[in-house]
């Protein structure tokens, strides 16, 4: 009795199977694929069955995820397509898996590839958050964080590349508007002691001028005036020492940045041999520090900050156009990478020296050009390659100008050494028969 029952449900569970085959089978379509897709199915029952492999399950979990993409957008999915996954699925989950099926199922699976272009199906995995499994022994400190927030799910890929990418452009713009403000409290110290130094020069010259014609001829204004000259120099000279004492700690700091152990006695401004020694030595260090962060670290960080922002544009196109995929990161790192050697390389090529010691507004060219060759590094980096394409390209070997050119050089050569060697022979043979002695 038992044994009939058996033979009963086995009977209708093939009985049920071929008639689900032969409902895949009598589907009408157009399609000549679709119905290759069918048929294959009824070979089912006459090849060996075997289980799904790792692949084959990611492959089905991706097919899951594609046709609720496809659903969900509203894109046109053919019936048959649609019917044949979700078979696959069913013949998976009971462990019915056959090489008919994979190949139907991988042919089911190019199809899904093809409907869901330009998107991918690593852009749809990184747009969508992903469940958090439990730990089967979690730490005290995970336990006390669920409790708190009750996370379940963690962020999208892309969702947590623009926090990190924005994270970090938050930190360059801060460290670059420290950087920045550094460098315009040294640079405007110092121009207002170049500027202070300037007006000193003149006013000495015209006391100097003053004082022959007051030695000559004594007259009032002449004194007035030459008292009026003195007390400007000594005001322009008070400013002059007080922008040093400002200047002081702003070297001080610099040297602590920059791992400078050297440490100068503290004489700043004072009206003596060593204070002038010491007020010179710090002009000019000051200078020093202000032509490296004019020069190199600023261009650096200005270039920096220009491949962020192209990131950051570039990263919010992809997130609107679900076409964000983890391998995204890698371009987006190179990317910064490459911003920051053209900031660097625009402050060491087109950085101008002369207008950072002078600390005007020219100083703030490189800094903009650092900007723009960071944000647009694929423009610079085309320019340099035109550039040493039109410098080199008479030295190329490979340049038919060139080397047709070269021929003629060589040809022209080597009929003249022909010309010079048929002009000499006439003479020799001369020479040869005059030097020959006569005999009877």
């Given at each position: 009795m038992e044994n009939h029952n058996h033979q009963e449900e086995l009977k209708d569970e093939k009985l049920h199977t071929e008639d689900s085959l032969a409902g895949l089978i009598g589907q009408e379509t157009d399609d000549r694929s679709d119905s290759d897709l069918t048929s294959a199915f009824a070979e089912v029952e006459k090849e060996e069955k075997y289980e799904l492999t790792e692949d084959g399950r990611d492959r089905l979990q991706k097919a899951d995820l594609m046709l609720n993409f496809i659903t969900n957008s509203g894109i046109d999915i053919p019936e048959q397509l649609l019917r044949t996954v979700v078979k696959c699925k069913y013949i998976a989950k009971k462990g019915e898996w056959t090489p008919s099926t994979e190949a139907v199922f991988l042919m089911s699976y190019n199809e899904l590839v093809k409907l869901i272009?330009?998107?991918?199906?690593?852009?749809?995995?990184?747009?969508?958050?992903?469940?958090?499994?439990?730990?089967?022994?979690p730490?005290?400190?995970?336990?006390?964080?669920?409790?708190?927030?009750?996370?379940?799910?963690?962020?999208?890929?892309?969702?947590?590349?623009?926090?990190?990418?924005?994270f970090l452009t938050a930190v360059m713009m801060i460290l670059l508007l420290v950087t920045q403000i550094f460098f315009y409290l040294g640079s405007t110290?110092?121009?207002?002691?170049?500027?202070?130094?300037?007006?000193?020069?003149?006013?000495?010259?015209?006391?100097?001028?003053?004082?022959?014609?007051?030695?000559?001829?004594?007259?009032?204004?002449?004194?007035?005036?030459?008292d009026k000259v003195y007390n400007d120099c000594i005001e322009i000279d008070n400013k002059r020492k007080s922008n040093i004492d400002l200047l002081g700690p702003w070297v001080k700091h610099a040297r602590?940045?920059?791992?400078n152990s050297t440490i100068y006695t503290d004489t700043i401004g004072?009206?003596?041999?060593?204070?002038?020694?010491?007020?010179?030595?710090?002009?000019?260090?000051?200078?020093?520090?202000?032509?490296?962060?004019?020069?190199?670290?600023?261009?650096?960080?200005?270039?920096?900050?220009?491949?962020?922002?192209?990131?950051?544009?570039?990263?919010?196109?992809?997130?609107?156009?679900?076409?964000?995929?983890?391998?995204?990161?890698?371009?987006?790192?190179?990317?910064?990478?490459?911003?920051?050697?053209?900031?660097?390389?625009?402050?060491?090529?087109?950085?101008?020296?002369?207008?950072?010691?002078?600390?005007?507004?020219?100083?703030?060219?490189?800094?903009?050009?650092?900007?723009?060759?960071?944000?647009?590094v694929e423009y610079l980096l085309q320019f340099l390659e035109k550039t040493a394409k039109s410098f080199f390209k008479k030295y190329d070997p490979e340049n038919e100008p060139f080397r047709k050119e070269r021929k003629d050089v060589v040809v022209k050569e080597v009929i003249k050494?022909?010309?010079?060697?048929?002009?000499?022979?006439?003479?020799?043979?001369?020479?040869?028969?005059?030097?020959?002695?006569?005999?009877?």
């Open positions: 272009k330009p998107l991918s199906v690593d852009s749809i995995i990184s747009s969508r958050p992903t469940l958090v499994e439990d730990d089967e022994n730490s005290p400190i995970n336990k006390f964080f669920k409790k708190i927030f009750h996370k379940k799910f963690r962020v999208a890929s892309s969702l947590r590349s623009v926090r990190i990418y924005s110290r110092l121009a207002s002691i170049t500027e202070c130094e300037a007006q000193l020069e003149e006013k000495q010259k015209r006391l100097n001028e003053l004082m022959l014609f007051s030695g000559k001829v004594e007259d009032a204004a002449i004194q007035s005036e030459c602590k940045i920059s791992l004072i009206n003596s041999r060593n204070g002038d020694k010491a007020n010179t030595a710090i002009i000019q260090e000051a200078k020093s520090f202000a032509i490296i962060i004019g020069i190199y670290i600023l261009p650096l960080l200005y270039g920096i900050i220009g491949g962020f922002t192209f990131v950051l544009r570039d990263l919010t196109e992809d997130i609107r156009k679900l076409t964000f995929t983890k391998g995204s990161n890698t371009k987006y790192i190179l990317r910064i990478l490459l911003g920051a050697i053209a900031g660097l390389s625009v402050g060491l090529f087109w950085g101008d020296i002369e207008s950072v010691q002078q600390f005007g507004l020219a100083s703030l060219s490189p800094m903009l050009l650092a900007f723009l060759g960071g944000y647009c050494e022909v010309k010079e060697s048929k002009e000499s022979k006439p003479e020799e043979v001369k020479e040869k028969t005059e030097a020959k002695p006569v005999t009877a």
